[in-house]
T-cell receptor, first 115, second 117 residues
Framework: DQQVKQNSPSLSVQEGRISILNCDYTNSMFDYFLWYKKYPAEGPTFLISISSIKDKNEDGRFTVFLNKSAKHLSLHIVPSQPGDSAVYFCAASVLISDSWGKLQFGAGTQVVVTP | GAVVSQHPSRVICKSGTSVKIECRSLDFQATTMFWYRQFPKKSLMLMATSNEGSKATYEQGVEKDKFLINHASLTLSTLTVTSAHPEDSSFYIC?????????????FGEGSRLTVL
């Protein structure tokens, strides 16, 4: 059973505009969430994370929002750049436990940034 | 930043043979490493947790006799796909948890593409 869901398999956005990627989770035990960027035939690259004690975390062009009551998080990229074109994975884990590091991934969203 | 290296990056083998994939943390010690598998256009699926000096912990549905994991040192974990079959063809990715890490210090390897003929 997929505990982390990314319902949009793809997203096309114009350069300079905002990209919004969504992620939902079902396991209320998750308390730490991460976003990764991945190119074909490469490992994921960490982008940004958020703990469940926060509802927003910002790092440069990337902002992650967490809505615990809705079990929903989103990644905002602004402004989008052509180099942002990749697959973005949402991942979740339980931080304060022996399970830290065991990530449950969503299916990914392919982002294409057009000039 | 910390680097995790996988070798080989690509391997092609015949059905019935065994293949070993290495995951190394190059500039830090990792007491725990994780192995994932990714099918085409699918999510990364956690296969097992590899702990240095002890047996790996496998996720439900993952055959431990099929996917042998050894974490012999603080910088190396290996995944051996035994008696490989075409359905084992996949992209295998490891991640390493930096010893004494603060939140977020989990690093992924570049992945290894296995093709079983």
């Amino acid at each position: 059973d997929q505990q982390v869901k990314q319902n949009s398999p793809s997203l096309s956005v114009q350069e300079g505009r905002i990209s919004i990627l969504n992620c939902d989770y079902t396991n209320s035990m998750f308390d730490y969430f991460l976003w990764y960027k991945k190119y074909p035939a490469e490992g994921p690259t960490f982008l940004i994370s958020i703990s469940s004690i926060k509802d927003k975390n910002e790092d440069g062009r990337f902002t992650v929002f967490l809505n615990k009551s809705a079990k929903h998080l989103s990644l905002h990229i602004v402004p989008s750049q052509p180099g942002d074109s990749a697959v973005y994975f949402c991942a979740a884990s339980v931080l304060i436990s022996d399970s830290w590091g065991k990530l449950q991934f969503g299916a990914g969203t392919q982002v294409v940034v057009t000039p | 930043g910390a680097v995790v290296s996988q070798h080989p990056s690509r391997v092609i083998c015949k059905s019935g043979t065994s293949v070993k994939i290495e995951c190394r943390s190059l500039d830090f010690q990792a007491t725990t490493m994780f192995w994932y598998r990714q099918f085409p256009k699918k999510s990364l699926m956690l296969m097992a947790t590899s702990n240095e000096g002890s047996k790996a912990t496998y996720e439900q549905g993952v055959e431990k006799d099929k996917f042998l994991i050894n974490h012999a040192s603080l910088t190396l974990s290996t995944l051996t796909v035994t008696s490989a079959h075409p359905e084992d063809s996949s992209f295998y990715i490891c991640s390493a948890l930096k010893q004494g890490a603060v939140t977020g210090e989990l690093f992924f390897g570049e992945g290894s593409r296995l093709t079983v003929l």
